[in-house]
């Protein structure tokens, strides 16, 4: 996984938006990029770091860099898969071919079609193949609505809806909830381990193993575009309103929501999945036919000091905020204030208990308490080039002495 998210991370992204907030966008589609095909039906991030997407031709494995893809390799058997599903925190995925008809597997980075019919794998899985279709199709007529439905924290551990009537398994036994009359089977969703329901667009319902049903507000006003994404297997909810996308999530027994996309581009977006990745502020979109977005919020801001553009040495000022060797202090809205350093030598500067080393010509420096103090002079014949921090208190200065240039001092 030495690629994982590495392109994620690099600033070689298109800038879209370059108003309050900064973000960066790729486009992958089977046009330029190696998927196979632009229909993405669902976005799963398995424990492991990779990206998997079902498409209307197979299956696909990205790491952030490169695509893999799997067919299902079964004459006469169409490669259009459907929703993946299961517990990615337990490895543990499974997505369907042929209507719901042929299960497949992702477990331990691997993708496994399952055909022999006798394999307790098929007969494991083959019952949720009409419930993985109606998840994506998102149909209502009342036959549906009485089928079977399931939502997993793990594969041992999961709510399932049977007819209106919600149950809780775990440890082999399962015990009855409540009753769900009324309620939308693609409209359920987990956080963590426990499960919600997405009641409109300002309310969400928690319901507990208990039956007890507490209702939260998520404080967003509908609008026209408005939409919402369950990621089952990822347990992630992200609505869509006009051109923000909004974060569901559940913390210290409350609901909370996080804007963390707006732009243009995304309004109309006729978007199907998404996963949103906490660690790099990664946007995943998959499209009906556009193949996936790819959408990062900038986390690296340029700031000029005054008069001044280049940053020869910097440093830690605190644990907010950095200062440069000619004594320029900033902080994550730009430039706070300057130092009066007394040399101005904008190439040297550590961080130590005391204060600041800071470089001189000649010597080296301490600044402490606002203010100077030579901790050495070398003398006029030596130009003090660096200063660098080595494993415990040691500090190594290096530079020229006379016409020498190999010259090194370890205090």
């Known amino acids: 996984m030495k690629y994982l998210w590495a392109l994620l991370f690099v600033l070689t992204y298109l800038r879209f938006s370059a108003q309050q907030e900064n973000y960066y966008e790729k486009w992958y589609n089977a046009d330029e990029s190696k998927l196979p095909q632009n229909t993405i039906k669902s976005i799963v991030k398995d424990k492991y770091g990779f990206v998997w997407l079902s498409t209307e031709n197979g299956i696909v494995r990205f790491d952030g860099k490169n695509f893999i893809s799997f067919d299902v390799n079964i004459p006469s058997v169409e490669n259009r898969t459907l929703m993946i599903d299961g517990s990615a925190d337990d490895d543990w995925l499974f997505t369907f071919y042929n209507s719901g008809e042929i299960p497949a597997v992702i477990t331990k980075r691997r993708f496994s079609v399952i055909s022999e019919i006798s394999s307790s794998t098929f007969r494991q899985l083959k019952p949720h193949g009409v419930e993985n279709l109606w998840k994506i199709l998102k149909e209502s007529p009342e036959f549906i ?39 939308l089977f693609f409209r359920f969703f987990l956080l963590g381990d426990q499960l919600f329901y997405l009641k409109n667009n300002a309310a969400i319902e928690k319901i507990e193993k208990t039956g007890v049903v507490k209702e939260y507000q998520t404080g967003i006003a509908k609008n026209d575009d408005f939409d919402f994404f369950i990621n089952t297997a990822n347990k992630q909810l992200l609505i869509r309103n006009n051109n923000k996308i ?92 300057n130092l009066p350093f007394p040399n101005k030598d904008k190439y040297g ?27 050495r002079y070398f003398g006029k014949d030596v130009s003090v080039r660096s200063i660098s921090s080595t494993a415990g208190d040691k500090m190594v200065c290096s530079g020229v002495q006379g016409q020498k240039s190999d010259w090194i001092h370890n205090d």
Request: proline content about 1%; glycine content about 8%; aromatic content about 16%.
């Open 145 to 183: 609505h009485r089928g079977k439905f399931y939502f997993y924290i793990s594969k041992k551990e999961f709510y399932y809806i049977d007819n209106y009537r919600l149950f809780y398994h775990k440890n082999g036994r399962s015990r009855f909830v409540k009753e769900l009359n009324g309620y």
């Open 246 to 337: 909004y974060l569901i999530e559940h913390k210290n027994g409350m609901i909370l929501t996080t804007l963390i996309c707006s732009s243009p581009t995304l309004k109309k977006l006729i978007a199907t999945c998404m996963y949103y990745d906490h660690i790099t502020r990664t946007l995943i979109i998959g499209t009906v036919s556009q193949g996936f977005l790819v959408v990062r919020k900038n986390f690296i801001n340029a700031y000029n000091a005054p008069k001044r553009v280049t940053f020869n040495a910097i440093t830690g000022y605190n644990d907010k905020e950095v200062i440069t060797g000619e004594g320029d202090v900033f902080g994550a809205q730009g430039y706070i204030k």
């Open 349 to 375: 500067i550590l961080r130590v208990d005391q204060g600041f080393v800071l470089k001189s010509e000649h010597g080296i420096l301490l600044w402490s308490q606002n203010k100077a103090q030579m901790l």
